[in-house]
């Protein structure tokens, strides 16, 4: 298969157009026209995801983060970002990452996180936009079956995304919970917009200790599962989709998460 085929099929399901203007997706290592037998999904490009594109022989990946987010001023194997390229190219191996179109996108990583993962119906976009007549934006808002305590709401988290621990920001009025806010990532700046749209918790990633302590005194509740622990399920949605749509090996590989509870 044609790199091109892939890649066109992608941009007219999650646009470039869609993601945000400091972000950088798109086709970042590679030729249009080379064939692709394989594919390696990944979060984040590390070397060990170069290596184990490799061993597998997979010449295309695919990342939600890109590698490059800035213009570089050279690429040698000096720095970090110059030994990756130069090890993709020697390699043969296409990079291409979906990045803020993805977690914006209708049927993207927020909706996957929400609907597929957690289970939860008729979420609405908690921060909409519009472009070419196209509805998109960040993070999702759910309305619950039943009215859950933030304790539940937490176990369940730790259940179906299967983690050890997550940081929670209790409200000072604790109160059980009928709307949930989501954005994958960091998202903690949404909670006004959150609690604004009658959510009574955000879950997300990154919480910075200001915005936390600013939620708390409003009374309203955060919860951080972590950036990678919001973000992993990326590769099983594109899997998904991939597989829907094209006869080619696929292989999963997330060299994470980069931070360890001791």
Known sequence: MKLSKLVNFLEEKFPRSLAEEWDNVGLLVGKR????????????????????????????????????????????????????????????????????????????????????????????????????????????????????????????????LELNSITVVKANEQKEIKKIALVSGSGASYWRKAKKLGAGVLITGDVKYHEAMDAKEENFSLIDIGHFESEWVFSNLLEDILKKEFEIYITIFNDGPVFEKM
């Open 33 to 160: 026209d080379s064939k692709i037998d394989g594919i390696l999904l990944a979060l984040d490009l590390t070397e060990k995801v170069i290596d184990k594109a490799i061993e597998v022989g997979a010449n295309l990946i695919i990342t939600h983060h890109p590698m490059i987010f800035k213009p570089l001023k050279n690429i040698t194997g000096d720095t970090l970002t110059g030994k990756k390229i130069i090890k993709l190219i020697e390699n043969k191996i296409s990079v291409y990452s979906m990045h803020t179109n993805l977690d914006s996108s209708k049927h993207g990583l927020n909706d996957f996180l929400g609907e597929n993962i957690l289970k939860l119906k008729n979420g609405v976009i908690l921060d909409p936009l519009e472009k070419n007549g196209i509805e998109y934006g960040i993070g999702r808002v759910y309305k619950l079956d039943e009215a859950l305590s933030l304790e539940k709401i937490s176990e369940i988290l730790k259940e179906k």
